[in-house]
């Protein structure tokens, strides 16, 4: 050890700081240590495993952006061999295969495939989420995560469907209520600290967490093979539609290169199919709350929507530059509820130094994306959730367009650009086409909606809340019923 580590609870013989790492909203936990150590860089650790936590927009840039060289590896997450996850791209360790799998992602989520490749996915599937709220507003949380996981099934695989039953959906929606997110935090499950838990014999008692260990693997063994089935069929008999993977199997070639770039492939397509599209269910219900919650907003908005796009026909991506209000709402949607508001946790690979601190090789470092959205310098007020910070005074947007809810260097979100296009059209297609209240009691009495989220390992949500969604007008409702 060369030099003090950085300031942060006192820890304890053995243990470390086991006990002062919550499970719950650790985000917030980790800004008030900020506050209580007088540091925007924080140290802390379990079991002799090094834990930095960087509070701020400078340090993460400088650490995870300057000195990427070092800071662009993950942890080592034993969980992901068990449940057989560790050819996800967004876990896995620097390396030959991350470098293949992000090259992959990068040829087919860059900003000029977008129009292309994409673009007509998202709009056919923000369209059907209009026509389900139409249909059943109350169940909004499951068409969520029907807009969220049907997308990358239609551009990974060619693969569309209409039903939550269908088990390509219903497995990753099952996927997810078994706390898979919570398992990939380093300090998330104890299968990572002491991994020969894991081999306990089910037999025993009090494996409960082996026993979903296993439902996990078994979960995850079908999310990656059963869409492959799916998608070389009607490859074979000539109906398959576009997508990344019937492009790459329509090519028919069998050498050995093309079968180590199918296996990537196929592993980069499930990456994107039973994870990253959580990040979009958290969006979609974060931005329905906040709508919910802050009427005046809404009303803005589609003051500007009717005054560009009228009431002839739903918004498309060519209406995006002429809505300055609602890429505010997109930016501060992704400020004031980042899906991932600790990041993917980076690691080193090499010892560093910085600010007088010794920052050890294998540390774990969270970027805390809440607490850097939170810096009252860079957004005053930062608990008001209030688009306006992203517009100057004649209503144009400022030039700042970064994301921080993308992450950092290296590992920064290679699905930002989709991203961006699927959440932005949600967010303009529900605001032009639905009212979002609150919902009434049996007295006719607003139902309350709480400020809750909760940690889900690396995803924070919004807690289970009503509202109403009803159509703005008659107009509106033939729009939808005919897109
Ligand atoms: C609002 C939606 C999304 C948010 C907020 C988000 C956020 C993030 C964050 C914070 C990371 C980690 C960055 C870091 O380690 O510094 C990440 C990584 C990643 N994201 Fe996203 N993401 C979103 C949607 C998507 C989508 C739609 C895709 C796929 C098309 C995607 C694919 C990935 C992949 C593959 C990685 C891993 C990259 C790597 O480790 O090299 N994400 N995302």
């Not at 980790?30 to 650790?45: F, Q």
């Not at 060619?158 to 497995?171: A, F, I, M, Q, W």
């Not at 910085?354 to 959205?373: L, R």
Request: charged share 25%; net charge neutral.
């Amino acid at each position: 050890k060369q030099g003090p580590y950085p300031p942060g609870p006192n820890p304890k013989p053995f243990v470390g700081n086991f006990y002062d790492f919550h499970n719950v909203d650790r985000a917030m936990e980790y800004a008030k240590w900020g506050k209580r150590y007088h540091s925007d860089i924080l140290y802390a650790n379990y079991f002799g495993n090094h834990v930095l936590v960087l509070n701020s927009l400078e340090d993460a840039e400088e650490l995870l952006e300057r000195r990427s060289s070092i800071y662009s590896d993950r942890p080592d997450l034993p969980v992901l061999n068990m449940v057989g996850m560790d050819g996800n791209l967004a876990f896995m360790r620097l390396g030959h295969e991350w470098r293949i799998q992000r090259r992959i992602c990068q040829q087919h989520f860059r900003l000029d495939a977008m129009a292309a490749q994409h673009h007509p996915v998202h709009i056919r599937k923000v369209h059907f989420l209009l026509k389900q709220l139409l249909e059943t507003p109350e169940k909004f949380d499951h068409h969520a995560a029907m807009l969220s996981i049907s997308i990358p099934l239609s551009v990974m695989y060619g693969y569309d469907t209409e039903s939550l039953d269908d088990p390509l959906v219903g497995n990753v929606v099952r996927m997810f209520s078994y706390g898979v997110t919570r398992m990939f935090s380093p300090n998330g499950t104890w299968f990572n600290i002491v991994p020969w838990l894991a081999k306990i014999p089910l037999w025993l008692p009090w494996t409960d967490s082996q026993r979903h260990l296993k439902e996990v693997a078994r979960l995850s063994g079908l999310l990656l093979n059963a869409p492959l089935e799916v998608v070389k069929q009607p490859v074979d008999e000539g109906t398959a539609q576009p997508s990344v993977l019937t492009q790459f199997f329509e090519k028919k070639d069998d050498s050995i290169e093309a079968k180590d770039r199918e296996s990537a492939l196929a592993k980069v397509a499930n990456t994107i199919y039973s994870g990253a599209s959580n990040t979009i269910i958290l969006s979609t219900t974060s931005f329905i709350y906040l709508m919910a919650v802050n009427p005046e907003i809404q009303c803005i908005a589609q003051r500007e929507i009717d005054r560009v796009i009228g009431e002839n026909r739903l918004p498309t991506f060519d209406d995006r530059a002429l809505l300055p209000y609602i890429e505010a709402i997109y930016r501060e949607l992704l400020r004031f509820a980042p899906p991932a508001p600790l990041c993917i946790p980076h690691s080193t690979t090499e010892d560093d130094h910085y600010k007088g601190y010794f920052i050890p090789k294998g540390t774990t470092v969270y970027p805390n994306i809440w607490a850097m959205s939170r810096n009252e310098e860079l957004y005053p007020n930062p608990h008001v959730f209030k688009p306006e910070r992203f517009l100057n005074e004649s209503g144009e947007l400022k030039s700042n367009d970064r994301v921080l809810a993308y992450g950092f260097g290296r590992r920064i979100c290679v699905g930002k650009h989709a991203a961006s296009a699927v959440v932005w059209l949600m967010i303009v297609s529900l605001l032009a086409s639905f009212s979002i209240t609150k919902a009434k009691d049996e007295h006719g009495i607003d139902v309350e909606i709480f400020d809750d989220f909760e940690d889900i390992g690396v995803g924070r949500q919004k807690k289970q809340f009503q509202c109403s969604i009803t159509p703005r007008s008659k107009a509106w409702r033939k729009l939808i019923e005919e897109a």
